[in-house]
């Protein structure tokens, strides 16, 4: 009697300790990655897992690996010094764009310097494993060359075949046709502006029949006086015309307002891809510093968006600080 008591309890305290275990795990903290990473870009692998690369306050374009967009190792960096781009050579690797195109990983990036408008422009790379080693294959633009000043922060959007690349800040948000295998531009093609000047970091997505023009919009890279914050518009076509929920133009600096400050999180944005998890949520990745630390500069975080009469929002439209984990088998 008194061993089948105890092994009760026992059994009891294990089965009491696994659900107090699978209740952790259910939840994560932000920031998901305490570690400066801005402009993250992130893909997803044929075999679930998620490779996230950034700005490269780590030299050569860090990349961080997950399963569930919560749990990131290192990996590794995009480039080494030797590989590293050496077009516009004094310029840093910014906004990297991650994507999956016709069975390689494809890497556009920017080249540039604060203040450098005019020199700066955007390249690609490519490697048959998201870890690398990437091949750069040099610019495909500067921004004199098109006339498009500032020419940083890619993001590309393949529609019924073709190959098109979206790019800009805040002296517009352009987009221009690419060639067949993605890695110059189409002959004879020329930019489009499709929104103001007041955002940079553009990402399409498609959602429900509409696509949605995310950027951010403000200051990014003040620390505790950054003004940064995720906005969106929507259109019918991937090409235009944008616009905010009174249906006024994004080519006339209207917009909607998805992340802002909160009192943890300073100056959200640059989000990364937006990836549905097994229970149908969705999930959107994105920079911002710490209130309490902002020297150790712009982290990142996560939060689930949700939908509201066609429109995305997070919970009170600011980053949570604990919230229940994405669901990825």
């Not at 890695?183 to 000047?197: F, M, R």
């Not at 802002?260 to 149908?280: K, L, V, Y």
Request: proline share 5%.
């Amino acid at each position: 009697m008194k061993t089948s008591k105890l092994f009760t309890i026992a059994t009891v305290t294990l089965l009491l300790s696994a659900f107090y275990a699978c209740k952790e795990e259910r939840l994560y903290s932000n920031p998901v990655i305490d570690q400066s990473l801005p402009d993250p870009t992130i893909v997803q692998t044929q075999d679930g897992e998620f490779y996230l690369y950034a700005t490269e306050n780590i030299p050569n374009v860090p990349i961080y690996r997950s399963r569930n967009l919560v749990d990131w190792t290192y990996v590794g960096t995009a480039f080494t010094d030797e590989t590293r781009p050496q077009w516009n050579s004094e310029a840093h690797i910014w906004a990297p764009d991650i994507n999956y195109v016709d069975g390689r990983y494809v890497l556009y990036y920017a080249k540039s310097t604060w203040g450098g408008e005019w020199e700066c422009g955007i390249g690609v790379a490519t490697a048959e494993k998201p870890e690398g080693p990437f091949t750069d294959h040099g610019p495909l633009f500067i921004s004199k060359e098109l006339n498009t000043q500032n020419s940083i922060d890619p993001d590309f959007v393949e529609e019924d075949g073709r190959k098109f690349l979206f790019w800009g800040s805040f002296r517009g948000i352009w987009y221009i046709e690419l060639s067949a295998d993605g890695l110059k531009l189409k002959d004879g093609a020329e930019p489009t502006l499709v929104s103001g000047t007041f955002m940079e970091a553009v990402y399409i997505h498609r959602h429900n029949g509409y696509y949605y023009m995310f950027g951010s919009a403000g200051s990014c890279c003040e620390g505790e006086n950054s003004t940064y914050h995720v906005t969106v518009g929507r259109s019918e076509s991937l090409f235009g015309p944008y616009v905010d929920r009174q249906s006024r133009l994004l080519l006339d600096n209207n917009y909607e307002t998805v992340l802002h400050r909160s009192e943890q999180c300073i100056g959200p944005g640059h989000n990364a891809e937006i990836f549905t998890d097994d229970d149908g949520k969705d999930w959107i990745t994105y920079h911002g510093f710490k209130s309490e630390k902002p020297e150790d500069g712009r982290v990142v975080w996560l939060d689930q968006i949700e939908w509201n009469d066609g429109w995305p929002q997070v919970a009170d439209s600011c980053p949570s600080t604990i919230s229940v984990c994405p669901h990825f088998r």
